[in-house]
């Protein structure tokens, strides 16, 4: 009898997984077919308005001169050799200094760290990288190449190849998240972490199953799982969308701050309209539910996060909620007045909290490796 109700017990249980995990699927899938009902309309009324430019856009050709900046490093490409992926990247500061890496988030690359290239030059080799399916970065053509623990290993074999078996690691977005596993995953290669406006990804999977708020503001997590259709969307009008998003006045970059110039965002938009660039960005976002539930979650680093105020994506409290998962020294900033793109909105100030930061604790020698 004993036996008979255990038995029960493990079948209701593993019944109970069995339904939640239904409705977590039939929630995305569901989701996902709202958003596509809403860019479709999006789209017919483009077409409504603007009949002749709906379907226009054009591949830039030719680097702004900006990139090109001397001052911000020097362009550098690796080939690694278990991927076989050649990655770009931009660095500055002497070699053999203590390394500072970079990672950016969608739909950014190297540029997004101009500021903090020329800040931290003078104590670190800073490397600022094009992760895989962005900018001079090689853009494996399969969604399955940018599987979350593909991006993690990417990390720690850049860091290998550049000489260092430890690095100050700064991730931003998506940047964040791959920052967020890189530290829970090599706890030993991360000095200091650094990140910005991007939770922990355990945060935020149940931040945003318990508060619809938060899951409207990550409508476009869902919509991007569709083939090829939002790369239409974003790319119209010749990338009307992607123009809006970096200057408008609810989501774009230098809201109070260093407004984007013009030669940036034709930066941005020559990284992102070079063929097959939409598709390796959007990748990222359909291979994002893929890694739940996390099996490892505790970060034994020391953490810095920073969190702009005005984030139109991600709401606040998450910041906070980071805190359980961290089993070292753990200091939040607020930004007032920054975006989510805070390192380009404010960058003095974002760059002072990190010297803060970095200056705490052992002090400078905790930079050598």
Known sequence: MARLLHNLLLLSVWLMLK?????YWAL????CALCTGIALFKLWWNILLRPSTTFQWTIRETPPTCLNDTSLGTHCYVRIKESGLRFHYVAAGERGKPLMLFLHGFPEFWFSWRHQLREFKSEFRVVAVDMRGYGESDLPPSTECYRLDYLVTDVKDIVEYLGYNRCFLVG???GGIIAWLFAIHYP??????????????CVFVDYALRHPSQMLKSSYFFFFQLP???????SINDFKALKSLFTSRSTGIGRKGHWLTAEELEAYLYALSQPGALTAALNYFRNVFSFLPLHQS???????LLWGEGDAFLEQDMAE???LYIRNHFRLNIISGASHWLQQDLPDIVNTLIWTFLKEGEGRKNYRN
């Open 28 to 31: 995305i899938y569901g989701y």
């Open 19 to 23: 339904i939640r995990l239904l409705g």
């Open 228 to 234: 090829r259709f939002p790369e239409f969307m974003l």
């Open 188 to 201: 030993e290669m991360v000095a200091k972490l650094v990140v910005l406006n991007s939770p922990h990804p």
């Open 298 to 304: 505790e970060v034994r680093s020391p953490v810095l």
């Open 321 to 323: 909620a980071c805190r």
């Open 172 to 174: 931003h977005d998506w």
